[in-house]
C-alpha cells in the first residue's frame, strides 16, 4: 500500500522553529518529486516548497522564501520541510504530495499520492 506520512508539526511560538517530516511506505521516493502544501481555516489549499527527484532543484512560496528549507535524503525515503522564523499565518495544516510529473507551479492537480497531513499552529 502507497503511503506518505507527515509528522512534526505542533505548537511553537511565533519566531520558533519546527521540523516536518514525509516518510513514504510502500513505494520508493527517489523516483517522485516531493511537494509540501498547507491549508488554513477557511482558507485554500496552497503551495509551500517543492523539491525535484534528485533534489537539485527546489521551488518556494514568496511567503516563506528565506524562511522554509526544502530537502530530502533518499536512502531514508522521507522528504523534510525546516520552518524557522514561524509566524502565526503559518498555522495550518501541512501536507506533503508525491509525483512522477515535473513541478515547479504548486498545481496539485499534478500531485498522485498525499498524506493525511501535520498540524502546526503558531501561537503565543
Known amino acids: 500500500q502507497l503511503q506518505l506520512v507527515e509528522s512534526g508539526g505542533g505548537l511553537v511560538q511565533p519566531g520558533g522553529s519546527l521540523r516536518l517530516s514525509c516518510a513514504a511506505s510502500?513505494?520508493?521516493?527517489?523516483?517522485?518529486?516531493i511537494g509540501w502544501f498547507r491549508q488554513a481555516p477557511g482558507k485554500e489549499r496552497e503551495g509551500v516548497s517543492e523539491?525535484?527527484?534528485?533534489?537539485?532543484?527546489?521551488n518556494y512560496a514568496d511567503s516563506v522564501k528565506g524562511r522554509f528549507t526544502i530537502s530530502r535524503d533518499n536512502a531514508k525515503n522521507t522528504v523534510y520541510l525546516q520552518m524557522n522564523s514561524l509566524k502565526p499565518e503559518d498555522t495550518a495544516i501541512y501536507y506533503c504530495a508525491a509525483t512522477v510529473r515535473s513541478t515547479g507551479t504548486f498545481d496539485s492537480r499534478r500531485y498522485d499520492y498525499w498524506g493525511q497531513g501535520t498540524q502546526v499552529t503558531v501561537s503565543s
Open positions: 510502500g513505494f520508493t521516493l527517489a523516483y517522485y518529486a
Open positions: 523539491i525535484s527527484r534528485s533534489g537539485g532543484i527546489t
